[in-house]
């Protein structure tokens, strides 16, 4: 102890964002283990762990892309409805035939990777806000999809329906899927030329472009990423429903659940922070919230406020990080 009597202070290591969602993940298990335990069930039972791995599944491939165009500093509101146009080209392609499996899976990845070539050039040919191009665009397959379907169509064989029902050991096929996607995008990220790109897009268009980065095409090819996320997500549905359905997508909320999974993990909306890390313990907070509501049978409203409320806090902590940091250099220059 100094002379002055100054006191010392017990400082405890600050958690990153991605730190943070996973220390929240860890928080969420031991309390809704414990919380469906004296209701008599068990979150960690083979069953349970086999359903929110499955729930978070379809989510996770979508949340990836949608992670992609976030810190490119863009969005994608489209996604929804791109996962139940692309379940049912698949469904209808395959026409439960096993023959036509990757005749459709090659038609999935066509018309997703057109819609989100179509969104990049309304962006940046166009110059049209993402979030107002987005959701045009998908207002438009909205309408197609109203107009030509009124219910489930297709039908896809059994051999693709393992997709959506086979495991590894505990470990769905539909998740490992999920891990590779995200493995596959965080090497991206960090180690090729077009991920450094992204990031640098996304931190500062004007700065990147002038650094020489041709920003018009990150952004196309990001939003292309996107586009091709969501239809592998279509993909999985189409094989968990053993057919198209035209609304599957917008019912299970795939536009804003990706965009809070992204949140959640410490991805800045803004753009060029964050990472692919940070999404995957998001959209498993979000799966094991549901998990243990739809256990404790909790009421689906106060189940959306008790999500809206962790998403709201979350945000909440990573911008007053954020104020601090900033406040500290501006501190330092002076």
């Known amino acids: 102890m100094s002379t002055d009597g100054a006191r010392t202070r017990l400082r405890l290591p600050a958690l990153d964002a991605t730190s943070g969602v996973w220390a929240a993940l860890a928080l969420a298990l031991m309390l809704g283990g414990t919380l469906v335990a004296l209701d008599g069930g068990s979150l960690f039972s083979e069953s349970s762990t086999i359903s929110l791995l499955q729930r978070a599944a379809g989510l996770g491939i979508v949340a990836v892309g949608q992670t992609m165009a976030i810190l490119a500093g863009s969005l994608d509101l489209s996604v929804a409805y791109v996962i139940s146009l692309t379940s049912l080209v698949a469904a209808e392609t395959?026409?439960?035939?096993?023959?036509?499996?990757?005749?459709?899976?090659?038609?999935?990845?066509?018309?997703?990777?057109?819609?989100?070539?179509?969104?990049?050039?309304?962006?940046?040919?166009?110059?049209?806000?993402?979030?107002?191009?987005?959701?045009?665009?998908?207002?438009?397959?909205?309408?197609?999809?109203?107009?030509?379907?009124?219910?489930?169509?297709?039908?896809?064989p059994t051999s693709f329906q393992h997709l959506g029902y086979d495991r590894i050991g505990p470990v769905p096929l539909s998740f490992v899927l999920f891990a590779a996607v995200a493995a596959a995008a965080w090497f991206t990220l960090r180690s090729t030329r077009y991920g450094h790109h992204l990031i640098a897009t996304g931190g500062d268009l004007d700065v990147a472009r002038l650094s020489g980065v041709r920003t018009d095409r990150v952004l196309i090819r990001t939003h292309v990423i996107c586009s091709l996320c969501a239809g592998i997500a279509g993909l999985y549905l189409a094989s968990r429903l053993g057919a198209g359905a035209p609304r599957v997508g917008a019912e299970g909320g795939y536009d804003l659940e990706s965009i809070a999974a992204v949140v959640l993990g410490g991805t800045v909306l803004a753009g060029g922070r964050g990472g692919v890390a940070g999404t995957v313990g998001g959209v498993l907070l979000l799966a094991v919230i549901d998990g243990v509501f739809n256990q404790l049978e909790v009421d689906s409203f106060f189940k959306q406020m008790v999500r809206g409320v962790v998403i709201v806090a979350a945000v909440a902590v990573y911008a007053l990080r954020l104020r601090r940091t900033s406040d500290r250099r501006k501190a330092a220059v002076a």
Do not use: C, H
């Open 94 to 156: 395959m026409a439960g035939s096993d023959g036509m499996v990757l005749p459709a899976i090659a038609a999935v990845l066509a018309v997703s990777a057109a819609i989100g070539l179509l969104n990049g050039l309304l962006i940046t040919k166009l110059r049209i806000n993402a979030f107002i191009a987005t959701l045009g665009v998908g207002l438009l397959i909205k309408g197609y999809l109203e107009q030509g379907y009124a219910g489930p169509a297709g039908s896809v």
